[in-house]
């Protein structure tokens, strides 16, 4: 069955760096669309990230951008987000998410993802 875990969260000072892995495994096809997201306590859900793995878009959120990078490993299987400059509003719990019904530009965070992640804590002071 497929199964995304992430990993790479914790603590961070303000102005620091994380970098953030989503494994990806039972799931065999090569083109998808992926996101990630965040929510932090007593808010909505917040999609961050989305990228259509085999071709070159990405979209990003105006919140992350210039911040926040998209990168993958497709021999591992990992996706994983960048995140420099980190700010305390960055607290949250970060998901990644996958969907092949999106295709393209198509590949919003909007997208109703199919699979998620349990989601892993990043926390800045």
């Known amino acids: 069955h497929v199964q995304l875990v992430e990993s790479g969260g914790g603590s961070a000072q303000a102005g620091g760096s994380l970098r953030l892995s989503c494994t990806l495994s039972?799931?065999?096809?090569?083109?998808?669309?992926m996101g990630w997201f965040r929510q932090a306590p007593g808010k909505e859900r917040e999609g961050i990230v989305a990228?259509?793995?085999?071709?070159?878009?990405?979209y990003y959120a105006d919140s992350v951008k210039g911040r926040f990078t998209f990168s993958r490993d497709d021999t591992k299987k990992i996706l994983y987000l960048q995140m420099n400059s980190l700010k305390p509003e960055n607290t949250a719990m970060y998901y990644c998410?996958?969907?092949?019904?999106?295709?393209?530009?198509?590949?919003?965070?909007?997208?109703?993802?199919?699979?998620w992640g349990q989601g892993t804590q990043v926390t800045v002071s």
């Open positions: 990228s259509y793995i085999g071709g070159s878009y990405t």
């Open positions: 998410a996958i969907d092949r019904r999106a295709v393209g530009t198509r590949c919003r965070p909007q997208v109703d993802f199919s699979y």
């Open positions: 039972g799931f065999p096809y090569t083109t998808f669309c």
